[in-house]
């Protein structure tokens, strides 16, 4: 499975927590996110399973996730750091990304 994104954050993150405010930061950013960013979220999700964990856990129940009627909610706290890292740089250009295409909308 390949997505370039994943191997861009990848090596772009170390292996650290968030710190606490980033965490917030993660939070409130993660509800503006639209479903094409909810879809490639949880292909990063699941490719860094898929690389680091070799089938040793069932992915249902990785990261403290549970199953939503349309959607699954995973823990942040349960992210290996890395994982957060990924995540958080994600979510920010995605987000940027969103707002840029509602300017060119508007115009």
Do not use: W
Not at 52 to 64: K, R, V
Request: proline share 2%; hydrophobic share 35%; charged share 35%.
């Amino acid at each position: 499975m390949s997505l370039p994104i994943y191997d861009i954050l990848y090596n772009d993150t170390e292996d650290v927590d968030l710190q606490q405010k980033e965490k917030d930061e993660f939070m409130q950013l993660v509800k503006k996110i639209d479903t094409e960013g909810s879809e490639i979220i949880y292909a990063i999700i699941k490719i860094y399973y898929l690389q680091n964990f070799n089938g040793e856990q069932n992915i249902n129940y990785l990261y403290g996730a549970k199953f939503l009627k349309c959607s699954i909610k995973f823990d942040i706290d349960e992210f290996p750091h890395r994982l957060k890292h990924m995540l958080f740089k994600f979510i920010k250009k995605h987000i940027k990304k969103m707002e840029e295409d509602n300017q060119r909308r508007s115009l």
